[in-house]
T-cell receptor, first 110, second 111 residues
Framework: RKEVEQDPGPFNVPEGATVAFNCTYS??????FFWYRQDCRKEPKLLMS???SGNEDGRFTAQLNRASQYISLLIRDSKLSDSATYLC???????????FGKGTSLLVTP | NAGVTQTPKFQVLKTGQSMTLQCAQD?????MYWYRQDPGMGLRLIYY???????DKGEVPNGYNVSRLNKREFSLRLESAAPSQTSVYFC??????????FGPGTRLTVL
């Protein structure tokens, strides 16, 4: 199975801080990339897709570097409600299923 | 729309017992999936169904069977539960091999 690797953390940051997560993937043929968010004891939910040109959604910015096979997520002005586990997810074109990283834990403190 | 629903939410089984986890989606999605999530292991695919009438093994299919009853429903069966199957089980659906929508999960304990 192709790998999706993430730093598990935890990342402990104060409110208002900027935090960045990276993720690497091993399959150069991967086609689609996502960041999911998972709250404690809840189901994963799509945070944002990651496009080749990079994309932004409010305080969240996602970047893709195909040459180096890594994906990043930047969170600006962290809120307490951002505390969660962030899952890097890769879709390999020949497969129907998504390949999930093990997640990076973020704790935003007052 | 309810999205993806799963029943039951919690279940405790004894070793050797059988049970079926139910999943239904009302989004008219073609593809459905079953995952298990264990601490430190992340989400692992058990089985998936790319379309009604088809099922395929994922990464960890041993000890499980599935049925794609119709477009809406995809069930997961444990024929003879083992303690190693203690986990949180998530069902998901997607319109194609892309973004997936997850159900709330079933927390299963096998004693």
């Amino acid at each position: 199975r192709k790998e999706v690797e993430q730093d598990p953390g935890p990342f402990n940051v104060p409110e208002g801080a900027t935090v960045a997560f990276n993720c690497t993937y091993s399959n150069s043929a991967s086609q689609s990339f996502f960041w999911y968010r998972q709250d404690c004891r809840k189901e994963p939910k799509l945070l944002m897709s990651v496009y080749s040109s990079g994309n932004e959604d409010g305080r969240f910015t996602a970047q893709l570097n195909r040459a180096s096979q890594y994906i990043s997520l930047l969170i600006r002005d962290s809120k307490l409600s951002d505390s969660a586990t962030y899952l890097c997810v890769v879709n390999e074109d020949s497969e129907y299923a998504l390949n999930f990283g093990k997640g990076t834990s973020l704790l935003v403190t007052p | 729309n309810a999205g993806v629903t799963q029943t039951p939410k919690f279940q405790v089984l004894k070793t050797g017992q059988s049970m079926t986890l139910q999943c239904a989606q009302d989004m008219n999605h073609n593809s459905m999936y079953w995952y298990r999530q264990d601490p430190g292991m992340g989400l692992r695919l058990i089985y998936y169904s790319a379309s009604e009438g088809t099922t395929d093994k994922g990464e960890v299919p041993n000890g499980y069977n599935v049925s794609r009853l119709n477009k809406r429903e995809f069930s997961l069966r444990l024929e003879s539960a083992a303690p190693s199957q203690t986990s949180v089980y998530f069902c998901a659906s997607s319109p194609r091999n892309n973004e997936q929508f997850f159900g709330p999960g079933t927390r299963l304990t096998v004693l």
